[in-house]
């Protein structure tokens, strides 16, 4: 799933996957920053691994940190990450979008709540996070998904953060998979709906 490096700043293990019209100079490529959950393989549930098995043609740059022993995502300096990814790599800076499952749900809420003027868009999936501080990523389209039969994290959890952020005249919307538990982001990852609407989101305010 890509090349192997570790961050300087950070000094967290990431893995980066360039997609095929990946250019040094010009118009930078698109990029997914991708949680892992708590199985903590940044491999198993790639998003590129599971559009690849759907036939989805994939037009995006990948980073995949390894959030290993010491590590936790709620406190991970994604600043730092992705100045220095962005610095090292052609990337537009007006397409960076962020998606996680699980523990990496939290992740994402977390980084757009404390990272807001990195990303375009964000997908947490099966994930929850704080409300009180949810409003700084008005500016960052969502959308979350959810089993509202969730056993691990509740489903509460999205509904709220939705609900909070639609209040700010966020660009927010949940689905909900009705009836399903925690395991649904196989077939969130492969679903050509989720490509092309992180396709269309630009982050067009200035910060």
């Given amino acids: 799933m890509g090349e192997s490096r570790t961050s300087e700043s950070t000094n967290v293990e990431y893995l980066i996957s360039l997609p095929k019209d990946y250019k040094t100079d010009g118009q930078g490529s698109?990029?997914?920053l991708f949680l892992h959950g708590g199985d903590r393989s940044n491999?198993?549930?790639h998003p590129k691994k599971y559009a690849a098995e759907a036939g989805i043609v994939f037009g995006f740059m990948v980073v995949a940190p390894?959030?290993?022993?010491g590590c936790n995502w709620s406190t991970l300096n994604?600043?730092?990450?992705?100045t220095e990814v962005t610095s090292e790599f052609n990337v537009d800076k007006t397409r960076i979008y962020i998606t996680g499952y699980s523990y990496g749900g939290y992740g994402t809420w977390s980084a757009i709540s404390k990272y807001p003027q990195w990303f375009?868009?964000?997908v947490p999936i099966a994930g929850g996070g704080n409300t009180d501080i949810v409003c700084n990523a008005k500016n960052v389209a969502v959308w979350a998904f959810h089993g509202d039969k969730d056993s691990v994290t509740s489903y509460t959890q999205s509904k709220k953060l939705i609900g909070?952020?639609?209040a700010c005249e966020a660009k927010a919307k949940l689905e909900t998979f009705e009836g399903a538990?925690?395991?649904i982001w196989p077939s969130i990852y492969k679903d050509q709906r989720l490509y092309d609407w992180l396709s269309k989101q630009?982050?067009?305010q200035s910060h």
């Fill in 30 to 32: 698109p990029m997914i």
């Fill in 43 to 45: 491999t198993k549930h």
């Fill in 66 to 69: 390894k959030c290993a022993s």
């Fill in 78 to 82: 994604f600043d730092a990450l992705l």
């Fill in 120 to 122: 375009a868009a964000a």
């Fill in 164 to 166: 909070k952020l639609q």
């Fill in 181 to 183: 538990d925690h395991w």
């Fill in 202 to 204: 630009t982050k067009t």
